[in-house]
């Protein structure tokens, strides 16, 4: 069955405000605001603890389970999800390069510290942290800079719509 598209400018069509992209369309939110609020808590959690059942069995160089190997497996995934928690709380207080590198030198640090426990020579390890945090400061910046342009552009669009034809 066909139903009629409301346009642009019509009652039912007009969509103005931030989201809203060059063709006028906002993309459905599927999920409310209590799954985001779950999945923003519980996303750093189950990463965290992959990165704890990493980190423990880098430590156990493929010997047995121990009490202690799962203390340090915990107590990584501890550490893991509060930092996560901070450095989302401080990054998104600062502008968009400060949050780049902040989150880079996150990245960077959670790979020097696994990097570092099997054995490698340190200065392979700061390398290699180095150019990840790098590449993840850099790839923020650009997604940053091009969405927060985008969207300011949006706004201004908004607030002062261009007119066209005779005065």
């Known amino acids: 069955m066909a139903h009629a598209v409301p346009t642009r400018g019509t009652s039912t069509g007009a969509r103005t405000g ?3 992209g060059a063709s006028g369309h906002t993309p459905p939110d599927v999920f409310g605001a209590r799954t985001h609020l779950l999945a923003k ?3 750093p959690l189950a990463i965290g603890l992959v990165y704890g059942y990493w980190a423990a069995s880098i430590r156990r160089h493929g010997g047995p389970i121990t009490g202690w190997n799962l203390l340090f497996g915990f ?3 501890l550490a893991f999800a509060i930092l996560w928690y901070v450095v989302r709380a401080v990054a998104d207080r600062l502008p968009r390069e400060g949050h780049a590198v902040l989150w880079g030198a996150f990245a960077g640090s959670a790979l020097g510290f696994l990097y570092s426990g099997s054995g490698v ?3 392979t390890c700061v390398l290699v942290s180095l150019l ?3 590449a993840v400061a850099a790839g923020l910046y ?3 800079a091009t969405h927060q342009d985008a969207e300011e552009a949006r706004t201004a669009r ?3 719509p261009v007119r066209t034809g005779t005065t």
């Open 121 to 123: 020579a340190m200065f």
């Open 75 to 77: 107590m990584t995934v």
């Open 142 to 144: 650009y997604h940053y």
């Open 132 to 134: 990840l945090a790098a």
């Open 158 to 160: 908004t607030r002062n």
């Open 18 to 20: 931030p989201g809203t």
């Open 41 to 43: 808590w519980a996303m």
